[in-house]
């Protein structure tokens, strides 16, 4: 059974469990299926007579289980959900919002910009958009594992929400007025959520506290996701600092702290990245083989399937970025970029 706990930014975040994190407002961590993310955090805001919640989980039988416990700890069932507001499309964040709604009748909020990517789910293969890119990036060997992989394509699991979030704008809760802002580059609809009279930012997957979100892994891929990612980063760090609410991670005392260290991060890589281009001129998929991997440090071989797609996606993203500043060159041949420093003036 769930008990309702006081939030510890030291425990382990993924334990089950109703955790108070401010007042009447709730984080409930629900379980995914892998090892690389072991959960998603769900956020319960008490408001009025029902609740609110920020994200929903993966609509799979083990976090529906637990998150009926959670809601019933509140002292409430699914029929009290008013509101489900949705940082961005991903199924961990979003098909379980579908699952109640269709039960409960439960109003979902989304923002605008992940229209594309809804459409391409209820009417395209599984990673089509994503085969496309790793195509482009030189590794068609990848794309022919990720096609054999596919699990069928569960078209069930998307439907549109009630009302497309248009941000930046004004959330009205019975009790309270939030703001909703667009942070592109993770998905190209992200949005986050400040409750200004609680202080906290819910930031879903744009600002995370141990790990970076990927960025141009999408079947509705964006020209530049990593050039909206980091002007979201930007946004956001140009709001008052507030306590971080993260989709994946404990709670943090600061957003701006985090916000630095991941531009950080990217300007890193950018830079290391160039490094590489300089000696090995090639596709994103030969510069990522180069490269060491997560905070692990590891090879790119040592990767699993989707981690190695993740890396050449984002090994293009930050080669594109290099290439509008002008510091690259890109060649585009029979639908694969190559990339080659840029000759001195």
């Not at 069930?156 to 497309?164: F, K, L």
């Not at 509705?220 to 609410?245: C, H, I, K, Q, T």
């Amino acid at each position: 059974m769930l008990r309702l706990l006081p939030d510890d930014p030291l425990g382990d975040w993924t334990a089950p469990g109703v955790y108070e994190v401010g007042d009447d407002l709730y984080r409930i961590p629900l379980p995914l299926p892998t090892d690389a993310l072991r959960a998603v955090n769900v956020y319960a805001v008490r408001d009025g007579a029902g609740l609110v919640l920020v994200d929903s989980g993966w609509a799979l039988a083990q976090a529906r289980g637990l998150l009926e416990q959670a809601v019933a700890l509140l002292g409430h069932g699914f029929a009290d959900i008013r509101r489900f507001l949705v940082t961005h499309v991903h199924r961990d964040h979003y098909t379980m919002a579908v699952a109640v709604r269709r039960e409960f009748g439960t109003r979902v909020s989304l923002g605008q910009g992940e229209a594309g990517t809804l459409r391409l789910a209820r009417e395209a293969a599984p990673f089509l958009g994503l085969i496309s890119q790793l195509g482009r990036g030189g590794a068609p060997d990848l794309a022919r594992e990720l096609r054999a992989s596919a699990d069928p394509h569960d078209l069930a699991s998307w439907e549109d929400p009630d009302d497309w979030i248009e941000a930046p704008a004004d959330i009205e809760l019975r009790k309270s007025k939030w703001q909703a802002y667009p942070t592109p580059g993770h998905t190209r609809g992200h949005v986050v959520f400040v409750d200004a009279d609680r202080d906290v930012m819910f930031a879903g997957d744009h600002v995370l506290p141990r790990i970076t979100p990927s960025i141009g892994f999408e079947n509705n891929f964006a020209e530049l996701p990593l050039g909206a990612y980091l002007d979201s980063l930007r946004l956001v760090r140009g709001l008052p600092d507030r306590r971080l609410l993260p989709a994946h991670g404990p709670v943090s005392p600061s957003v701006h702290a985090r916000v630095d260290e991941l531009i950080e991060h990217h300007d890193t890589r950018l830079s290391r990245i160039a490094e590489a281009i300089a000696v090995h001129p090639g596709t994103a998929a030969e510069t990522a083989r180069r490269l060491r991997w997560t905070r692990r440090e590891r090879r790119f071989a040592e990767l699993d399937l989707i981690s190695r797609c993740l890396a050449v996606t984002e090994t293009m993203a930050h080669l594109d970025v290099l290439a509008v500043a002008g510091r690259l060159r890109r060649t585009d041949t029979d639908g694969t970029s190559h990339y080659a420093l840029l000759p001195m003036a």
